[in-house]
């Protein structure tokens, strides 16, 4: 989408938040009538007070939600109709691609490109599974000849998600979109940082023809609203986003509750491991900086420990050194910014803890290492790379999320391999290396869901994502997601 700083300002101006709930096809206050404050790291300043919901406010979001689904209206309305429905959705967005991009740079200091891309993406998922429920069938099995045993996909029922602020809206799609076109109603707890974009879709959802009840958003705190989605007895499944800290408390309140299935997406520390022989370490280089510093390092799959060949290392540390210029941050509200704020004054506090930790432990840092654009009031940190870093320091074992690269070295493909797999996470592997068998074989052994070789690009919708270890378990994207979002029936029939 071709961008115009100018529109992109007046357009901001114009915005008016929508800053409650939304239950039962309506917007609503918390029942506590408490609020929190919605704070944007672009400049630090407050930009609206967000209705707090809690256990009383998911539990009439669930109530709705589980009466519109017995009542039918969308989980038994013919697939191709909903279809049209999911389709008229994914339009509506479309055209408020910009305001809802601003929403998300205003909530979490994403650039303005990247935001609208990321809206983009949200209208291509809609499309995708709008455009798969109707082309799916049930199964008959190869049974005897007085036999018909169907096996057949049901909707869940109620199905509740907890999302990240990362991409506020994607993350959320990525399960609103195979949910609702199964046919089950759906409650979303955005994060806390990043509530607004998901408001304001949820008119966007009514104004397309979903029927009330079917589309819930609580606003709120993970401890008290995400909670009391985990924990409630009536909610079918939870599909959560987020750290894997957060994501073993899922697993928890499910053995506490109704044993709801649980998918989690959760954190990472993925490999990039270049290889002398890489088909051009040049594009090598620039992938490793874009892949680390787009959204200011805070992507679940970023390729955050660089493993590489001992050979190239100098060479290839210069050239990496030379591509994160472009990623110095600027302002998020400009077209040509690639690079914004943290998301929050926290988490730039957590990111320069961790390069001062990686100081001490003895890495070295090459670029970066600070905050910069203090003036603006918001939280921006330099693209900042570490190299000879060792994999059992704490800069290489933990999520630091945020702009900061470890650059670890190796000999050989046996350590390559040692070293990517010695991580608790499995989300990401990246492998650069012109040599076939090298490849493969590596690509079998390292454990993780998904292996690129020789790019860092990821496909698209139809290919799925999802972690291996403590990366969590379940799938987004792809027909694989449809799968988390219905539960299978048999029903056998003998004939006389
Ligand atoms: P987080 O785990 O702190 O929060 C995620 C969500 O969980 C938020 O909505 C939050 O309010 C809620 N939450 C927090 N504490 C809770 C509790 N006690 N009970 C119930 N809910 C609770 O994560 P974050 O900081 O928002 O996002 C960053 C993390 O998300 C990183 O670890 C990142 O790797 C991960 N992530 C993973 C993927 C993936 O696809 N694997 C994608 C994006 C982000």
């Known amino acids: 989408m071709a961008l115009n700083y100018e529109d992109v300002i007046k357009t901001k101006d114009s915005i008016s938040f929508k800053n409650q709930a939304f239950i039962n096809g309506k917007y609503v206050n918390s029942l506590s009538e408490k609020v929190f404050e919605d704070i944007s790291p ?12 809690d256990v009383d406010d998911v539990n009439d979001a669930v109530k709705a939600a589980r009466y519109v689904f017995e009542k039918g209206s969308w989980s038994r309305m013919a697939p191709n109709k909903r279809k049209k429905i999911l389709f008229k959705f994914a339009d509506l967005i479309k055209k408020n691609i910009l305001e809802l991009g601003i929403l998300e740079t205003i909530d979490m200091g994403k650039p303005i490109s990247a935001a609208t891309g990321d809206i983009a993406a949200c209208v291509a998922c809609l499309n995708w599974y709008a ?12 049974t005897r000849d007085n036999i018909i045993a169907m096996i057949t996909k049901e909707p869940l029922g109620v199905v509740g998600a907890v999302t990240p602020w990362n991409y506020p809206l994607l993350m959320a799609f990525w399960k609103i979109a195979p949910a609702l076109a199964t046919g089950n109603s759906f409650i979303l707890k955005p994060a806390e940082q990043s509530p607004l974009s998901a408001l304001r879709v949820s008119e966007l959802a009514m104004e397309a023809g979903i029927p009330e009840g079917v589309f819930n958003v609580v ?7 995400g909670k009391a989605l985990g924990m409630h007895m009536d909610v079918d499944k939870l599909g959560f986003t987020g750290s894997t800290e957060v994501g073993k408390l899922f697993l928890k309140y499910s053995g506490d509750s109704n044993m709801k299935r649980v998918s989690l997406e959760c954190g990472g520390k993925s490999p990039n491991i270049i290889f002398a022989d890489a088909p051009d370490l040049d594009v090598a280089a620039k992938q490793a900086a874009d892949g680390m510093f787009f959204n200011s390092g805070q992507v679940c799959d970023a390729p955050s420990r660089l493993l590489i060949e001992k050979s190239i290392k100098d060479e290839f540390i210069e050239r990496l050194i030379e591509y994160s210029k472009p990623w110095m941050p600027n302002d998020p509200f400009h077209p040509d910014t690639s690079m914004g704020s943290m998301v929050d004054k926290n988490q730039a506090s957590r990111v320069l ?6 100081k001490k432990e003895g890495a070295q840092i090459v670029t970066g290492g600070e905050q910069v654009n203090k003036d603006t009031g918001g939280y921006y940190i330099a693209p900042t790379i ?13 999520e630091i999320f945020g702009p900061v690269l470890c650059a670890i070295d190796f000999e050989g493909e046996k350590e390559a391999l040692k070293i990517a797999n010695d991580t608790d996470y499995g ?14 074989k590596i690509a079998k052994r390292i454990r993780s869901g998904k292996v690129l070789v020789n790019s860092m690009s990821d496909g698209d919708m139809s290919v ?17 997601a449809m799968g988390q979002y219905t539960q299978t029936k048999l029903t056998w029939i003998e004939l006389k």
């Open 42 to 53: 672009v400049d630090g300043g407050l930009v609206t007070s967000v209705a707090e919901c």
């Open 131 to 142: 455009e798969a429920i109707d082309k799916i069938y049930d199964d008959v099995a190869p």
């Open 219 to 225: 606003p709120g705190f993970g401890p008290t609203a």
């Open 353 to 358: 803890d961790y390069i001062e930790t990686g």
């Open 386 to 398: 570490f190299k000879d870093v060792n994999n059992s320091m704490k800069i290489a074992k933990d």
């Open 427 to 440: 989300l990401n592997a990246i492998i650069w290396s012109n040599d076939l068998n090298k490849v493969h």
């Open 464 to 480: 799925p994502h999802g972690g291996y270890k403590q990366s969590g378990f379940g799938r987004d994207k792809s027909l694989e």
